[in-house]
T-cell receptor, first 116, second 113 residues
Framework: AQKITQTQPGMFVQEKEAVTLDCTYDTSDQSYGLFWYKQPSSGEMIFLIYQGSYDEQNATEGRYSLNFQKARKSANLVISASQLGDSAMYFCAMREGRSYGQNFVFGPGTRLSVLP | DVKVTQSSRYLVKRTGEKVFLECVQDMDHENMFWYRQDPGLGLRLIYFSYDVKMKEKGDIPEGYSVSREKKERFSLILESASTNQTSMYLC????????????FGPGTRLTVL
């Protein structure tokens, strides 16, 4: 079964508008972490934002915020004031339990295109 | 600033060749990882290492081996490259005060002819 689901293979957004990228996850662990990465066409995976399962506040990093709804097991990424440079693949990932990092699962990704 | 580097951005090899992909991190991280990324299959973990000379198999270790002789360097070895190993290879590291977050290198796009 898919541990990370990203239901939007592709998204379009107008420059300067906000966009929400969906992510739902499946775990029975109480302690876990959720991550979002950006992958531009150059190929590098760029870490954007992290949310711990025990964090009560939604994580924010500049124009990025993570809408964490624990009961629904969702961790949507919100990008405010989209820029042309935001066009990329976006991956949601989860680290289950306490581990060295091997229990790190990625979703299939969403391709975001920002229109001028 | 976090820095993970990979020896090549693009590599072309022939079937049967031995291939070395090198990854170096300068954050003194304990953990290092090798993934491959293929269209429609996402990122899949090949091997990871949580300490010098320590290694663990990931989801798809067949056809690969790894070496970690120094903390900052993690090598992925294809003993006899095959065409089905044509892929994007991504190295990552994690550790320090934030053991969760993985930081990635720029990737190596390997083509095996």
């Amino acid at each position: 079964a898919q541990k990370i689901t990203q239901t939007q293979p592709g998204m379009f957004v107008q420059e300067k508008e906000a966009v929400t990228l969906d992510c739902t996850y499946d775990t029975s662990d109480q302690s876990y972490g959720l991550f979002w990465y950006k992958q531009p066409s150059s190929g590098e995976m760029i870490f954007l934002i992290y949310q711990g399962s025990y964090d009560e506040q939604n994580a924010t990093e500049g124009r990025y915020s993570l809408n964490f709804q624990k009961a629904r097991k969702s961790a949507n990424l919100v990008i405010s004031a989209s820029q042309l440079g935001d066009s990329a693949m976006y991956f949601c990932a989860m680290r289950e339990g306490r581990s060295y990092g091997q229990n790190f699962v990625f979703g299939p990704g969403t391709r975001l295109s920002v229109l001028p | 600033d976090v820095k993970v580097t990979q020896s090549s951005r693009y590599l072309v090899k022939r079937t049967g060749e031995k291939v070395f992909l090198e990854c170096v991190q300068d954050m003194d991280h304990e953990n290092m990882f090798w993934y491959r990324q293929d269209p429609g299959l996402g990122l899949r973990l090949i091997y990871f290492s949580y300490d010098v000379k320590m290694k663990e198999k990931g989801d798809i270790p067949e056809g690969y081996s790894v070496s970690r002789e120094k903390k900052e360097r993690f090598s992925l070895i294809l003993e006899s490259a095959s065409t089905n190993q044509t892929s994007m290879y991504l190295c990552a590291s994690s550790g320090g005060s934030n053991t969760d977050t993985q930081y990635f290198g720029p990737g190596t796009r390997l083509t095996v002819l």
